[in-house]
Nanobody
């Protein structure tokens, strides 16, 4: 079992920055890929960024050059640094972790609101 807790969401003006954190606890040695999704009410959840245990990263095109995902294996924490935020980045951001046999664990989500 893996438990994920996100933090760092909030309200920011367009052009501003936020850093999201996701701390994992439990059977963390089983985790391979971690990442972030986001969801706007009435829309499908969108994959934002991923990072593997070896540090390989991937981003959705809309955040490339603005968002950076990183991982601190000692703290079992993944971060999402979000710069140059836009109103369209407003969403609930969910952390996830793929564990043993690719079972996916989810955090409860953190709200990010970008005002214009």
């Amino acid at each position: 079992q893996v438990h994920l807790v996100e933090s760092g969401g909030g309200l920011v003006q367009a052009g501003g920055s936020l850093r999201l954190s996701c701390a994992a606890s439990g059977i963390t040695f089983s985790i391979n890929v971690m990442g972030w999704y986001r969801q706007v009410p009435g829309k499908q959840r969108e994959l934002v960024a991923t990072i593997t245990s070896s540090g390989s990263t991937n981003y959705v095109d809309s955040v490339k050059g603005r968002f950076t995902i990183s991982r601190d294996s000692r703290k079992n924490t993944v971060y999402l640094q979000m710069n140059s935020l836009k109103p369209e980045d407003t969403a609930v951001y969910y952390c996830y972790a793929d564990g043993f046999r690719d079972y996916r664990y989810w955090g409860r989500g953190t709200q990010v609101t970008v005002s214009s």
